[in-house]
């Protein structure tokens, strides 16, 4: 059974920073990629960035390029969101994601199968 379980996230005060983590299970993240995905309250659901199945190429949104950093843990079967320079516009409820595919690219960031989501408040 595939799961994907986010934790990390809190509140923190505008300029702090926050680690978040994704736990999967039922499969094998040495191959797939992951995607971060984010909803803020009454927005629809964006993509934050991905990284390869390797870990060597990773892609962001414009609005989190320079703040945000994905990486992964094969060893451990998890991923991790370290997002740093927070800001109001950040809160949201993030989710991690994969399609089952080494496909991490520009734009395209996995949407397939999702956790359930860990809640950033960034106060101002």
């Known amino acids: 059974q595939v799961r994907l379980v986010e934790s990390g996230g809190g509140t923190v005060n505008s300029g702090g920073s926050l680690k978040l983590s994704c736990a999967a299970s039922?499969?094998?993240?040495?191959?797939?990629?992951i995607a971060w995905h984010r909803q803020a309250p009454g927005k629809e659901r964006e993509g934050v960035g991905c990284i390869s199945a390797n870990g060597a190429a990773t892609f962001y949104a414009d609005s989190v390029k320079g703040r945000f950093t994905i990486s992964k843990a094969n060893a451990f079967n998890t991923a991790y969101l370290e997002m740093n320079n927070l800001e109001p516009a950040d809160t949201g409820v993030y989710y991690c994601?994969?399609?089952?595919?080494?496909?991490?690219?520009?734009?395209?960031?996995?949407?397939?199968?999702w956790g359930q989501g860990t809640q950033v408040i960034v106060s101002s």
């Open positions: 994601a994969t399609d089952f595919s080494t496909r991490c690219e520009d734009h395209y960031f996995p949407t397939t199968s």
């Open positions: 039922g499969f094998n993240m040495e191959v797939d990629a």
